[in-house]
């Protein structure tokens, strides 16, 4: 029997992707065929464009996802796509303020490049325990760091940095590199893809470099700043609005545009607590808490699923209402865990589902389930 022939890497392609080099390169190869790109509506009346991968292409994602991505950690002032932190934890920092402020970034995911991925990705030495040449960077003869690559002569210089930085380096020597791979599996036509399983990680992962610059300036003027997503959010415990806009809005915009974003200039609000002051949807004058009229739309809406035209109601329909009571349980704990029963009491008596009532809300990805009940946040 033929042995299987190794690529000359310093990775283990099976071991990280579950799959051998060629199978993963067919895939990547042909692209195109799988994935299906789809639009959405918002709510300004817009499409937003989803390109889905189909089983194949997600499970390298997912492999990514799991053995790459995972190891890089977000920063302190992320708070989407985190384990344990979520849409009301980005809410609770700001609770009590004299003034809030909200900048959204324009396209986020369509804005993330190769080139962010390419200077954001080396440096994580987590990864180099996968690299055979480990032994070499614990001993000080590599290192995995683009900055320190360029301020030190070290003995051994690494392949991956070679591979992405050095036109024609793979072709010339043979080397199969991991990274450019992953940066492959992680785009479509050279950007981050809303329907990609990795792109909210590589969003942060990419953000890491703004939230720690734009945090450095918010302490030195005593200012809170976090980030759920795309949402930039501000506050202050004695600023008024308009010095709160004039410490921090140029700031973030300059920070944007350094990093290759765009600020949405339209969705840039800054607040007062004598009026209603909300961060992602949430209100955060005294409390967290959510708006008296996207409560009432929300029992409506149950209403109309359970018992006035329940033949109309499908599944797709309950786990978005389901989806939007949990993160309401975030919230007001008692409230949502009231209709989340309803729900999957009637969940059970039409399709004979028996899903358990969760005693602890799932937040991480309800900014949509939201945005579609309260017709937008501010």
Not at 239 to 261: C, M, N, Q, V
Not at 266 to 284: E, F, H
Not at 342 to 349: A, D, G, S, V
């Amino acid at each position: 029997m033929e042995a299987t022939v190794q690529p000359k890497s310093n990775f283990n392609f099976k071991q990280i992707f579950g799959k051998p080099i060629d199978a993963i390169d067919d895939i990547l190869a042909d692209k195109e065929k799988h994935i299906r790109i789809f639009e959405i509506p918002k709510k300004d009346g817009t499409k937003r464009k989803i390109i889905a991968p189909d089983f194949k292409l997600k499970y390298i994602q997912k492999a990514v996802y799991y053995k790459i991505l995972k190891k890089y950690k977000a920063d302190n002032a992320s708070h989407g796509f985190v384990n344990k932190r979520g849409i009301v934890t980005n809410a609770i920092q700001h609770v009590g303020s004299n003034s809030v402020g909200k900048i959204d970034i324009e396209k986020f995911f369509d804005t993330i490049s190769e080139k962010h991925l390419k200077n954001c990705l080396f440096g994580n030495r987590n990864i180099c325990r996968l690299c055979k040449n480990y032994t070499m960077m614990l001993e000080g003869r590599c290192n995995p760091s683009l900055y320190a690559n360029k301020t030190e002569n070290y003995p051994h210089k690494c392949e991956e940095i070679k591979s992405i930085f050095m036109e024609g380096y793979c072709e010339k020597t043979g080397y199969q590199s991991l990274f450019k791979r992953l940066i492959d599996i992680c785009t479509y036509k050279g950007f981050a893809a809303q329907g990609f399983p990795t792109s909210p990680m590589v969003a942060n992962i990419v953000m890491r470099g703004f939230d720690k610059a734009m945090t450095k300036h918010c302490e030195e003027q005593g200012v809170i700043y976090t980030r759920y997503a795309d949402d930039l959010s501000f506050s202050s415990k004695t600023l008024s609005s308009k010095d709160l806009k004039e410490k921090t809005k140029l700031k973030a915009y300059r920070l944007l545009w350094a990093f290759g974003f765009k600020p949405k200039r339209q969705k840039t609000k800054y607040r007062s607590k004598t009026g209603r002051m909300t961060i992602c949807g949430i209100v955060v004058n005294v409390k967290t808490s959510i708006k008296k009229y996207t409560i009432k739309l929300f029992r409506a809406k149950v209403h109309h699923a359970t018992v006035k035209f329940p033949e109309q109601t499908t599944r797709g329909k309950l786990k978005a209402l389901k989806g939007w009571a949990s993160f309401l349980m975030a919230v007001d704990k008692e409230k949502g865990k009231y209709y989340m029963e309803k729900l999957i009491t009637f969940e059970r008596q039409k399709f004979g589902d028996q899903s358990p009532i969760p005693i602890e809300s799932n937040t991480e990805s309800l900014i949509d389930g939201v945005v579609n009940i309260d017709e937008g946040h501010a």
